[in-house]
């Protein structure tokens, strides 16, 4: 994944943000309905930097949400974890982080693991609505604590959302890049050859990306042209790349239904390839489009995809893990957000 910029919008007046309590205490986190297994994972590996925060939650009768903070929060440094994944957990994560801040809190910073409607970033027709801006500009609206208000994403379909925030909040963009290059190295090992695996797109729209990664791993490079029929059809136009005899792992941002996995791990298997696995950060994985990916089969009967791996930063694909080992693997990517969370993001480290 390319190594890209990042963003940090939002001086406050005076040119920066005020400084953070001098109490050494550790950071407070708390989390949606569906992202308790994340928060609690990276509590657990870093004890030593995180607690949870304990709180209470419950429904009424009638559906409607309860909060309430069983512990203070003022003055500390409060991290919300919750991804944008549906109406529900958006607004979750809305009335949590408005909570904090109505209780003082020093600093927010709100990780969003997937940002649900990335695909929808542009309207392509008249009176379309861009749902992806919409979300950014509603949490943008959320007040902001003297130590800031800073929303943390990760492998966004499009770049560009981290600029679609408003009203002086910051933006800061993740790459799961080494999830997915600890991957190739084990399809290289097992390989016996770099020479012998290749990373393949589904598309041309990730080769910028693929491409990095490639170049980085010391592997091929391996592109499916398509060509869009409609919303939910496309059409596979060729293959670019020598892939007879190689094993070829799939990289995407996503997995939706799987439909492009498949028309692609086809266009790889005309072309003689081998094995191939599938490395995603995001397992959105809707309906039974897991079990879709696990019977697809070439022309022959052979199957299409030997394993998938995913990040955790998507229940359902927590879920799925859990209900097919043999075939998916979610992977963790708590180190990747305590480490920014410790030390701040890569690009800007021993930056004066």
């Not at 500390?76 to 957990?89: A, C, N, Q």
């Not at 393949?200 to 091929?220: C, F, I």
């Not at 439909?259 to 599938?278: F, I, M, T």
């Not at 030997?306 to 990040?311: G, I, L, P």
Request: overall charge positive; proline content about 4%; charged content about 25%.
């Amino acid at each position: 994944m390319s190594t890209g910029s990042f963003e940090r919008k939002g001086i406050l007046p005076g040119g920066c943000l005020q400084p953070p309590p001098k109490h050494g205490l550790k950071k407070l986190v708390i989390h949606t309905s569906s992202y308790g297994y994340l928060a609690k994972e990276l509590v657990a590996n870093n004890p030593e930097s995180f607690e949870l925060l304990k709180f209470e939650r419950k429904r009424f009768a009638d559906g409607e949400r309860y909060h309430r903070l069983l512990q203070k929060v003022r003055g500390r440094d409060v991290v919300v974890v919750g991804g944008t994944i549906d109406e529900k957990e958006t607004m979750e994560l809305y009335f949590l982080s408005t909570m904090v801040w109505r209780y003082k809190a020093h600093s927010i910073t709100a990780i969003l693991p997937y940002f649900g409607y990335s695909t929808m970033e542009r309207a392509v027709k008249f009176g379309e609505d861009v749902k992806a801006k919409d979300i950014a500009v509603m949490l943008s609206s959320l007040p902001k604590p003297p130590g800031g208000l800073t929303f943390v994403m990760l492998d966004l379909h499009a770049e560009g959302i981290v600029d679609y925030f408003e009203n002086g909040v910051w933006t800061e963009h993740l790459y799961a890049k080494q999830f997915v290059l600890d991957g190739i190295a084990q399809s290289v090992a097992e390989a016996g050859s770099p020479a012998k695996v290749n990373i393949g797109t589904t598309d041309g729209g990730r080769l910028k990306w693929a491409d990095s990664l490639a170049k980085e791993a010391g592997v091929g490079l391996a592109i499916v042209l398509k060509r869009r029929l409609s919303g939910t059809k496309t059409e596979r136009m060729a293959v670019q790349g020598d892939v007879a005899g190689v094993d070829i792992d799939i990289f995407d941002d996503m997995i939706r239904t799987g439909g492009s996995l498949v028309e692609s791990g086809k266009g790889y298997r005309e072309g003689k390839s081998r094995k191939h696995r599938v490395r995603a950060t995001h397992g959105v994985l809707p309906g039974k489009a897991i079990e879709r990916l696990m019977g697809a089969t070439d022309e022959s009967g052979e199957k299409l995809f030997e394993h998938v791996y995913v990040t955790n930063s998507h229940p359902r694909a927590v879920r799925l893990a859990k209900k097919y080992p043999q075939f998916l693997t979610a992977v963790s990517i708590t180190p990747l957000l305590a480490d920014y969370l410790i030390n701040g993001h890569p690009l800007e480290r021993g930056v004066s």
